[in-house]
């Protein structure tokens, strides 16, 4: 779910801008799953540019404040979300800590790194969403420790059916800046792509785990 529509093209414009987002689906990337994808997603790079970092930053607290209330926690998943996630927390005056993908396999064998007291609000920082297992892990982990998850929300979704299907499943809300469908719509308005290459990405998101890549005039 978007909250705000000029957020949203906002947001997918300043991704496009400095390569956070890259789209080709001429010559299309191999994701860790090896899926074949027209397009690539990197949200870290954000923290390089100030004024993009500032206005992700910004936004998100709003929409953590708008749609979940002040949480006590903000919690960020390990490890993309941890910089954006201090941010946030930083700019509402909130405590941080972060979640790994599983428990450290020495010391104190840790998932969750920071204070957590039993019962507390906890908001998810996330910066980018596909099927969603990784962030819902963290999700778990978290309720495992005694939080109350208001719900996450992201930088950017891909809008897979499976990643809503597992979020319903959780019974987690998830909301984002931007998503797959924004950023169609503002790469033709600028565009950044053309006709043909719109109708291949929206083929592409359909089935990505079958979709195979074909010429793009």
Not at 7 to 16: F, R
Not at 99 to 104: I, L, N, Q
Request: net charge neutral; with cysteine; charged share 25%.
């Amino acid at each position: 779910m978007v909250l705000d529509k000029n957020t949203a093209k906002k947001t997918a414009e300043l991704l496009l801008q400095i390569n956070a987002i890259k789209l080709n689906p001429k010559n299309p990337f191999t994701w860790a799953s090896g899926w074949k994808s027209p397009i690539y997603c990197d949200n870290r790079i954000s923290l390089s540019f100030p004024p993009i970092r500032n206005f992700i930053r910004e936004n998100m607290a709003r929409q953590i404040e708008e749609y979940y209330g002040k949480p006590d926690v903000i919690a960020g998943v390990a490890t993309g979300a941890i910089g954006i996630g201090i941010l946030v927390a930083e700019y509402l005056g909130l405590p941080f800590v972060y979640v790994r993908p599983e428990p450290k396999k020495h010391g104190r064998q840790n998932q969750i790194e920071g204070f957590l007291d039993h019962g507390q609000n906890v908001v998810v920082v996330e910066d980018l969403i596909s099927t969603g297992k990784s962030s819902l892990n963290a999700v778990e982990a978290l309720r495992e420790q005694g939080a109350n998850v208001k719900g996450m929300i992201a930088i950017f979704s891909y809008g897979f059916d499976v990643a809503a299907e597992n979020f319903e499943e959780k019974r987690v809300h998830l909301t984002t800046l931007s998503n797959y469908d924004y950023l169609l719509e503002q790469a033709m308005e600028t565009n950044y792509i053309s006709e043909n290459e719109h109708h291949t990405l929206k083929e592409w998101r359909t089935n990505p785990a079958e979709w195979k890549s074909t010429a793009v005039k």
